[in-house]
């Protein structure tokens, strides 16, 4: 699923020398293995420049309880160039743009090859805690932000309820109580023969030969 608007590049696999797409793959295997907390990394097997997280909102924000899908875009200039991020999940939040589009200074000027993309998604989950309105892409998000921190916590809440929570797990099966009802005795049973489909019950004796018995006594 591509981001919101259709914000970015195809596949670079071809553009990158083979040396760098050596080192990206190494890196994405580590992520796999060894993913930071709270991160999961989905790779794309036929593209390694299309890098696919899922990152859990922190305790204590107003993302709490979210899952939010996310991507590097691993352009022709990378290491060299910053990947480009975005958001696939709608949220609210003064550094996301209305594409998705992530505005982080380690995307921009305080890159460097040497980071990797480890540093980079650990970052971005960062902002999850500590947004800056100084970098707004959305500005509504970054006045709220600065004004009326309820405010923008109730629509980032809203937002997190409506678009970043997954299906609802179903509800372990509580042991049952009750004994199962008693089923046949083990064993051959003995075939009933038509004869005794045909036989009554004897009826039950009357009290008056209980009487007679009583008085011989």
């Not at 352009?75 to 594409?99: R, W």
């Not at 005794?196 to 004796?205: E, I, L, M, V």
Request: hydrophobic letters at 35%; glycine letters at 8%; charged letters at 25%.
């Amino acid at each position: 699923m591509e981001p919101r608007g259709g914000a970015w590049q195809n596949s670079n696999v071809e553009n990158l020398p083979p040396h760098i797409l050596r080192l990206v793959y190494k890196e994405l295997s580590l992520l796999s293995s060894d993913p930071p907390d709270g991160i999961k990394l989905f790779p794309n097997e036929e593209d390694i420049t299309d890098v696919q997280v899922t990152i859990e909102g922190p305790e204590g924000t107003p993302y709490a309880g979210g899952l939010f899908r996310m991507k590097l875009v691993l352009g022709k200039e990378f290491p060299a160039a910053p990947p480009k991020g975005f958001f696939l999940t709608k949220i609210f939040h003064p550094n996301v743009g209305p594409s998705g589009e992530i505005c982080v200074n380690v995307l921009k000027r305080d890159w460097r090859a040497e980071l990797g993309l480890r540093h980079v998604l650990l970052t971005i989950k960062c902002l999850l805690i500590h947004p800056n309105p100084e970098s707004a892409l959305n500005e509504e998000a970054g006045r709220l932000l600065l004004e009326n921190y309820e405010e923008y916590a109730s629509r980032a809440r809203l937002l997190t309820e409506i678009h970043a929570r997954g299906p609802p797990r179903a509800p372990p099966e509580a042991p049952s109580t009750s004994a199962p009802p008693p089923g046949p005795p083990d064993g051959p049973q003995p075939k009933k023969h038509a004869g005794d489909r045909d036989k009554k019950p004897a009826p039950p004796k009357k009290k008056a030969d209980k009487k007679r018995a009583l008085r011989r006594l």
